[in-house]
């Protein structure tokens, strides 16, 4: 497959507005329980569209799946699993910190850490070490961590200047709490990384049925991604339980 770096930048570009604005819709929930909303908008983001988008993409996708070792479906769900736990906290991060803050930290943590342990997981990390653009990918990643300090501290301010303004009620806002489930995101995230590598053997199968085609990651981030669904839908509905929120599925003001 031939490089574009357009395309590269552009899809980039796309894939960054994605990731953040992702909470934006559960601004404007306001009869629902959080809970209520996550898993509502975690059905379409994590199973009905990505299944929808990859039926359309990937010819013989049944063939694919059926003919793929079961190590490449059962990984990548096992994997799919943590990147839910990183789904969800990222999703308290946001609650804690706010939209700007929650999505800033969690992001550059994951970065940094899919960059360096991926080439581990991928027994490839001697040789990135050894390469020309080591040094290179090593700056990209401490600037990041640098971004990420003063976010944070720029956070702290917020909250204490928030806290004086309303008396020390600032509502949902936790900067503590928010940091905690920020890094618990960052590094739970990255697992979405590692569950992409795990499924080569079944891109490999995509590429022989259909050779050269952009989508052949598909089924493994279709897969991957009811990995992620499954935990969030579990914590969803015990909190439902606790909150008693059913209700809200059949709410005549929902949302």
């Known amino acids: 497959m031939e490089t574009n770096p357009t395309y590269g930048l552009l899809f980039i570009a796309i894939g960054a507005l994605a ?3 992702f909470y934006l819709p559960l601004k404007y929930v306001r009869n629902w329980k959080w809970e209520t909303g996550w898993i509502i908008q975690g059905l379409f983001a994590w199973v009905l569209v990505p299944w929808i ?25 096992l994997f799919g699993a943590g990147w839910g736990i990183g789904g969800l906290t990222w999703g308290l991060s946001n609650r804690y910190l ?3 803050l929650g999505t800033a930290l969690p992001l550059g943590f994951t970065a940094a850490l899919s960059t360096l ?6 027994g490839k990390f001697s040789a990135f070490v050894s390469s020309d653009k080591f040094g290179l990918v090593l700056a990209g990643i401490l600037i990041a961590l640098v971004g990420i300090a003063i976010a944070g501290y720029a956070g702290h301010r917020k909250e204490m200047e928030l806290n004086r303004q309303t008396g020390g009620l600032g509502g949902e806002r936790n900067f503590r709490k928010g940091i905690t489930v920020a890094l618990i995101a960052g590094i739970m995230s990255a697992c979405f990384a590692f569950g992409e590598a795990s499924g080569k053997e079944m891109v490999d199968l995509a590429e022989s049925y259909n050779p050269g085609s952009l989508w052949n990651y598909n ?5 991957l991604l009811i990995g992620g669904f499954l935990f969030n839908f579990v914590y969803c509905m015990a909190l439902s339980v606790q909150n008693r929120s059913f209700s809200d599925y059949t709410r005549s003001d929902a949302p």
């Open 19 to 21: 990731s953040g604005s």
């Open 53 to 77: 988008v990859t039926l359309i993409t990937v010819p013989h996708l049944g063939q694919i799946i059926s003919e793929s070792p079961s190590k490449s479906i059962f990984l990548p769900i």
């Open 98 to 100: 706010g939209i700007g």
């Open 117 to 122: 342990i991926t080439p581990v997981f991928q």
């Open 219 to 223: 089924p493994v981030y279709a897969i």
